[in-house]
């Protein structure tokens, strides 16, 4: 199983599971989340590994159904919830401001630190993904600014520990993916390095004098006619922008990488990985 490999974890620390792997103890749906777990007992203390839940019904369901759910959580020992909150295009916003003005997107955002503190108050990490327009020439850094001010307003009048938050969204990098495949390496670099360290400013200054435990890039997707995956290399200036940052403010990286499962478990893949051909990319390439 591709859990019980040692090279792995060499570069894994994170894995989050659908509900129904952890909830549910069917022998064909459990075994991947058992194997995780019996791994995650056998690491050594200096190399420990995390294991995550997707939340996907924190919106419609009541907070009893919710505090239900992780409580089996918490007795699977699970470390993390994954809450993912994809607030729309600019169509569905209107303009970047009603992040912070529009009621209803006021409620989501309360309805999401609910969940979070609930996470918490069961000693498990909220992993929050937050979306919003992010390829928009020219706006896209005003909706992530006014996504990340609400953000973290409602953590703090919901008494959620901010300390105790993962947070992860895509860079705010304001240009189609064509137009940024088209660019030279050294303009990405650039570029990306540029949005990480504005990115950082603003999450510094919307968290005040608190700061979150890490943040993850989430690098869009890769799926259908008109991907938006960013380029590799313009993604890891984007880390290292608010690395450097954060390592000078706060005196730790924060900034960490995502991969999905749907590209690293591929089945050519893994028999490049056990072969150790694997070159960069190949992932994405196939």
């Excluded at 058992?34 to 420990?48: I, M, V, Y």
């Excluded at 419609?60 to 918490?74: H, M, Q, V, Y």
């Excluded at 869009?220 to 940052?245: F, I, L, W, Y």
Aim: glycine fraction near 6%; include cysteine.
């Amino acid at each position: 199983h591709l859990y019980e490999s040692q090279k792995l974890w060499k570069h894994v620390s994170m894995v989050a599971f659908a509900e129904h792997y952890v909830l549910y103890d069917s022998e064909n749906i459990s075994t991947s989340f058992d194997t995780f777990q019996k791994q995650k007992a056998l690491q050594l203390t200096k190399e420990p590994i995390f294991s995550g839940v997707v939340l996907r019904d924190w919106e419609t369901c009541d907070l009893n159904g919710i505090e239900g759910k992780l409580s089996a959580f918490k007795q699977k020992e699970v470390d993390y919830v994954r809450l993912e909150c994809n607030l729309g295009t600019m169509d569905d916003i209107g303009e970047a401001t009603q992040l912070v003005n529009n009621e209803v997107i006021r409620s989501r955002f309360c309805r999401l630190t609910e969940v979070a503190k609930a996470c918490q108050m069961q000693g498990m990490v909220p992993v929050i993904l937050l979306q919003v327009p992010w390829r928009d020439v020219g706006v896209s850094i005003d909706y992530f600014e006014q996504a990340v001010k609400c953000f973290a307003v409602s953590l703090k009048k919901k008494a959620v520990e901010r300390q105790k938050v993962l947070f992860e969204t895509r860079p705010p990098i304001g240009m189609s993916a064509r137009d940024e495949k088209s660019l030279t390496g050294t303009e990405r670099i650039e570029l990306g390095l540029r949005i990480g360290r504005k990115m950082f400013e603003i999450i510094d200054n919307a968290f005040e004098e608190d700061s979150i435990a890490g943040f993850c890039v989430a690098g869009g997707s890769t799926k259908g006619e008109c991907p938006t995956a960013m380029e590799d290399d313009t993604q890891n200036a984007v880390r290292q922008g608010m690395r450097q940052c954060a390592r000078t403010q706060w005196g730790y990286d924060l900034c960490f990488w995502e991969m999905g499962a749907k590209l690293m478990l591929q089945p050519k893949v893994g028999r490049l990985w056990r072969n150790a051909q694997s070159g960069r990319d190949a992932a994405r390439e196939l």
